[in-house]
Nanobody, 120 residues
Framework: VQLQASGGGLVQAGGSLRLSCEASGMLFRYAAMAWYRQAPGKQRELVAA???????NYADSVKGRFTISRDNAKNMVHLQMNSLKPEDTAVYYCNRGSYYSGSYHSSNYWGQGTLVTVSS
């Protein structure tokens, strides 16, 4: 399994970025996928997750601003980030995991991370 994330960069507060993660080496259409982020000095946290079928779920801090989507034909998962805030600054990672009891559970399959910096 390989996950290749891209799309990070520097943006001003209020701006937008779109992250992409290309997956290979797995049956993507059956996989639950997610985006996590890790800010300096903080633990990695779940930002958004999407099952193979069904509705996505989001961290409270990004609800209404971020949208996760998947393109099964291209084996890609995206994270559209709007109304960005300085506190969204972090390295963002994509992950392949699973849903259990309605919650997303990460696996050891991580992308390399892409840095998002939001300036005030």
């Amino acid at each position: 399994v390989q996950l290749q994330a891209s799309g990070g960069g520097l943006v001003q507060a209020g701006g937008s970025l779109r992250l992409s993660c290309e997956a290979s080496g797995m049956l993507f259409r059956y996989a639950a996928m997610a985006w996590y982020r890790q800010a300096p000095g903080k633990q990695r946290e779940l930002v958004a997750a999407i099952p193979s079928g069904g509705s996505a779920n989001y961290a409270d801090s990004v609800k209404g601003r971020f949208t996760i989507s998947r393109d099964n034909a291209k084996n890609m998962v995206h994270l559209q980030m709007n109304s960005l805030k300085p506190e969204d600054t972090a390295v963002y990672y994509c992950n392949r995991g699973s849903y259990y009891s309605g919650s997303y559970h990460s696996s050891n399959y991580w992308g390399q991370g892409t840095l998002v910096t939001v300036s005030s």
